[in-house]
Structures are given as structure tokens and as C-alpha cells.
């Protein structure tokens, strides 16, 4: 089979609804027939063909280009599956506007979504040997890899980025004519597929080692960020962050957490991040209110709760706010009122972190009623210029003033952004723009 032109590549944009006069059975019988079906979020067909008619031609040298968007368990719980979808929706992009860009476009017959994580490119190479990729495409796919990558970086907000990793696999698959050609094909995708989850089985295998040996060797870092008040710049507090390795795959702590969450040892890092918080506080982060996360499984844990820890919390630092998550789903409220409540008889005090960016919204304000709300880095990103974002904000300060809560802005990155806040009445904020965490912190900066 001859290679069609470039003009003829088939990467579809989407698929017109039914019309009025159709119903949806009618428009899905339609697809049916067709043998073709498009996915609304990447508007890429599923099926690997491009028509029917040509389910069965043969293409001597098939070539196949897999890549898949390998994120980690709780993605989509932490950031929402609306934001899954706009990463699918850019890798879609990204990749058809640079394949018809490529100098193999000529060679491309179409471009498929799994219909989960993964795109295939589908070329129909020239003979130049059989059964191994040649380099060009090898090179294809590591550019096609390299330019979706560096496309969710720029585009993805916060630290969803860390949770995101594409992997890519090439090969040709020359014809067998003793094997049917739809057959044949399909078991190209299957074997791109198995490649890249090969691939991705030995990563989280080292990763998973390298975690253990994290937790064993206690080599976490603690940095402090200042927490400020907003008219002034005075220092009201510091919230501790943990950081792994210096250098490692384990260092952003996006990563150090979500491997532990895929390999279920949540609360064992959780109990080290406190330990190793608690174990060496420079002396000015001592003399102000420390802000330290935990989720809500470990709150509920029996070495948290016990008595001896809760003490030795205390003695480290007189005053400190315990942050939970709102993206995190407290599912039973009335039990975690009981934990709560030995929380607070142990003189910690309580914060909702990330406040408006997860699914409880208000719930969680109404239910745990916090000392602190902390606002979400999504909500204060160019709030300036967002009437909406404005509005939200001030919506939780005014719940925030009738509940005895009091609001920190977080992710302040520009100057406009703290001006806007404190014209909104939102005293306390930290983020990039008020000092940065920092692994020490001197009695001068303290003052500051």
C-alpha cells in the first residue's frame, strides 16, 4: 500500500452531533455503522481504523508511535477529573498539531486514542527492514514525547505537573498475510502498550525503593516558608514543607507523597515528615506560630492520637496549627468531630488548607470549624485581574469573620495580588513574592 499525501492525513477535530431531527440511538447506531468512534474530550476516534473499508488492507511495514500519560493514583481525586481532562485534551492537541508539523507527516495514516491514557500515531512506512523501528521514528517519538512534556509544563497550574509523566514506545510491525490484517494490527497497539507499562512497572519499582529507603534512612529536609501580615510584611508564623533528597527523584515533594499514596504508606511518611519538623526547628520559627500539614488518615491514626506524641508536639512548639487539605474528602464528620476534638485538647489549633479547590467546598469550613482558612493558590492567581476570584475570596472572609476563622491567601507571586487582598481586608498571606521556604532561617529575617 502506497503512503497517502500529507493532505490526506485523517487526524480528525471532532464529530458533528446528530441532527435535530435524529435522536442520540439514531446518531450512536450512526457511529455503529461507521465502525468509528470519537472521544469528546481528545475529539480523536477510538477505533485504530480509518474507515471500515479498509479494516482489512494490508500495510507491509505498520509503524507505531504510543504515548501514554502516566500520572499517579490520585490525580484526579487531588486536582478533579475536569482537570484530567484538560490534560488529555492538551496532549491532543499538542500531538496533531506537531505530527502534520513533522517531516514524517507524509508517512502518517492516522492518529487513535485508546479511549484511556494513551495516543497512538500509526504510520505506513517504506520497506527498510523488518521487525525493528527504524532511528527516525525512534527520534519521533522521543520529539513528540519531548514537546507534550514541556507543553503541560507551561500549561499545567500548581504542582499537578509532578503528577503527570509521558512515556512513549516505537516499533514496525511488518505484515504477516497468514494473519488477518485487523488482527495483526491490533496486536501492534497491545505490544506499544505492554512496552510502555514494562517501562513504567520498573519506574515505580525504584521509586518505591527509593522511598523505603527514604523513610528508613530518615533523610527528609524541612524548609519553612513565612507566613505575613499582609499590610505590614511582619512575620505572623511559618509553615514547615518537607522536601526529599537533594537531587533525587523524591525531592519535589508532589512525587515523595504521591509514591507513597500508590504504595500505601501514607501514614509512615506522614509520622517522619512531623519527626523530622519537630526534631530540629530553628529557634525563630520557635518564637512564632507554626503551620504543619497532615492528612486526615493520619489524624485518625492511633500513634498520632496518642497521648506521648501529642505531648512531645507541644514541647517541641507552643503553638501550632494543624493544615488539612480540602481536597482531601472527609466522608464521616461526626467521628472526626472525636478526633478533632482531642486535637484541640492537646492545644493544636486547626486550618483548612487549600480552601475553595477541592470537592467539600463549604462543608468542610461549616463541619470542622477551622482557626484558619487558608485560601488556594488557584483562587489568588491573578485575582487582580478576575472579578469572579475576587468575589470568592471575599465571600470566604465574610464566612470566615462570622465563624472566627481567620484567612491566609496563599500562592501571593506578584505585588498586584497582595495590594488586591489587602483591599479585600485579607491580613495574612505568604507565597513566592513574601519570601520563599528556605532550609534556614536567621533571628534577622525573622524580624523582618
Avoid at 487531588?78 to 496533531?96: H, I, K, M, N, T
Avoid at 508539523?101 to 520497506?127: H, Q
Avoid at 489524624?299 to 497521648?307: C, M
Avoid at 470549624?369 to 492567581?381: G, H, M, N, Q, T
Wanted: glycine fraction near 6%; aromatic fraction near 6%.
Amino acid at each position: 500500500m502506497k503512503a497517502r499525501r500529507a493532505t490526506e492525513i485523517d487526524i480528525p477535530r471532532g464529530v458533528e452531533e446528530p441532527t435535530p431531527e435524529g435522536s442520540l440511538a439514531g446518531g450512536l447506531e450512526e457511529l455503529r455503522r461507521d465502525r468509528i468512534v470519537f472521544d469528546a474530550v481528545t475529539q480523536l476516534p477510538i477505533h485504530p481504523f480509518d474507515d471500515p473499508s479498509k479494516a482489512d488492507e494490508r500495510i507491509e511495514n505498520l509503524g507505531v508511535i504510543y504515548l501514554q500519560v502516566g500520572k499517579f493514583f490520585g490525580f484526579e481525586e487531588l486536582f478533579g477529573w475536569e482537570q484530567y481532562d484538560r490534560v488529555l485534551a492538551s496532549v491532543s492537541e499538542v500531538l496533531q498539531d506537531d505530527v502534520r508539523a513533522s517531516r514524517l507527516a507524509p508517512l502518517v495514516r492516522s492518529i487513535r486514542f485508546s479511549g484511556a491514557d494513551g495516543f497512538f500515531v500509526l504510520y505506513d512506512l517504506p520497506v527498510n527492514g523488518r521487525g525493528r523501528a527504524p532511528a527516525s521514528l525512534e527520534e519521533e517519538a522521543a520529539r513528540l514525547r519531548g514537546s507534550v512534556t514541556r507543553r503541560l509544563r507551561q500549561s499545567l497550574e500548581g504542582t499537578a505537573a509532578d503528577f503527570v509523566n509521558i512515556l512513549s514506545s516505537s516499533l514496525v510491525a511488518s505484515d504477516n498475510p497468514r494473519v488477518r490484517s485487523s488482527r495483526h494490527v491490533v496486536r501492534t497497539l497491545q505490544e506499544a502498550v505492554k512496552i510502555v507499562s514494562q517501562r513504567q512497572t520498573t519506574e515505580r519499582v525504584e521509586l518505591f525503593a527509593a522511598l523505603k529507603s527514604v523513610i528508613g534512612l530518615k533523610q527528609l529536609r524541612p524548609a519553612f516558608q513565612p507566613v505575613r501580615h499582609l499590610p505590614d510584611g511582619a512575620i505572623m508564623g511559618y509553615e514547615a514543607l518537607i522536601r526529599g533528597p537533594q537531587g533525587s527523584s523524591l525531592e519535589p515533594p508532589t512525587v515523595l507523597f504521591a509514591v507513597a499514596h500508590d504504595n500505601e504508606m501514607d501514614v509512615e511518611l506522614e509520622t517522619l515528615c512531623l519527626e523530622t519538623i519537630f526534631a530540629n526547628l530553628p529557634r525563630p520559627v520557635g518564637e512564632r506560630r507554626l503551620f504543619v500539614n497532615a492528612s486526615a488518615m493520619l489524624l485518625r491514626h492511633p500513634v498520632f492520637l496518642d497521648a506521648r506524641n501529642l505531648a512531645a508536639i507541644n514541647r517541641s512548639h507552643a503553638d501550632v496549627v494543624v493544615e488539612i487539605s480540602e481536597k482531601e474528602m472527609v466522608r464521616d464528620y461526626d467521628s472526626f468531630q472525636e478526633v478533632l476534638a482531642l486535637v484541640r485538647r492537646a492545644n493544636l489549633k486547626i486550618a483548612i488548607d487549600d480552601a475553595g479547590s477541592g470537592y467539600s467546598g463549604l462543608e468542610s469550613i461549616l463541619q470542622l470549624k477551622p482557626d484558619y482558612i487558608k485560601v488556594a493558590d488557584s483562587l489568588v492567581r491573578h485575582l487582580h485581574t478576575d472579578p469572579i476570584k475576587r468575589e470568592i475570596i471575599a465571600s470566604l472572609a465574610s464566612i470566615g469573620k462570622r465563624s472566627g476563622a481567620t484567612l491566609v491567601a496563599e500562592g501571593i507571586e506578584v505585588e498586584a495580588e497582595r495590594r488586591t487582598l489587602v483591599e479585600l481586608g485579607i491580613e495574612f498571606g505568604q507565597g513566592y513574592l513574601l519570601g520563599r521556604p528556605s532550609f534556614q532561617v536567621s533571628a534577622r529575617a525573622s524580624r523582618n
